[in-house]
């Protein structure tokens, strides 16, 4: 998660991960600046995630890309497992936008808020 997080601000604005063995499941949430850089945040998370596909092969992985305008969060794209290489899915994501109000207990909003509280 360390080596996801050294991209904040740079490729991404945030990531967040959870290593869910009990159900044998990593999951990853990916905040972008905006829907157009998706595809090449994708490029660095399959770059990042590479040693842990090799070591954790048995663990399904999951990646979810969003992005947050004004008072709407934007979902741009959910991969799992082998879509996450697929060049396929590479060219498509962000071609289908769903949005939705911002919610107080959205992942990201709630990391924000106390990383604000805690300075």
């Known amino acids: ?8 601000g ?6 967040l991960g959870e290593l869910q063995l009990h159900f044998n499941e990593a ?4 905040l972008v600046d905006k829907a157009e850089s998706s595809g090449q945040s994708l490029i660095v998370f399959r770059e ?14 999951t990646v979810s890309f969003s992005a947050i305008e004004e008072n709407e969060k934007l979902f741009i794209e959910y991969l799992e ?3 996450i290489y697929d060049e396929e899915k590479l ?3 962000g071609s289908r936008i769903d949005r939705e109000p911002l919610r107080d ?14 300075l």
């Open 48 to 61: 990042q995630i590479k040693g842990f596909k090799n070591k954790w092969d048995t663990v399904k992985c």
């Open 27 to 30: 999951c990853f949430w990916i």
């Open 105 to 118: 207990d959205d992942i990201f909003v709630s990391v924000m808020n106390r990383n604000a509280t805690s």
């Open 91 to 93: 060219k498509e994501i």
């Open 81 to 83: 497992g082998d879509e």
């Open 10 to 15: 740079v490729d991404w604005k945030m990531a």
């Open 1 to 8: 998660m360390a080596n996801l997080q050294s991209h904040d």
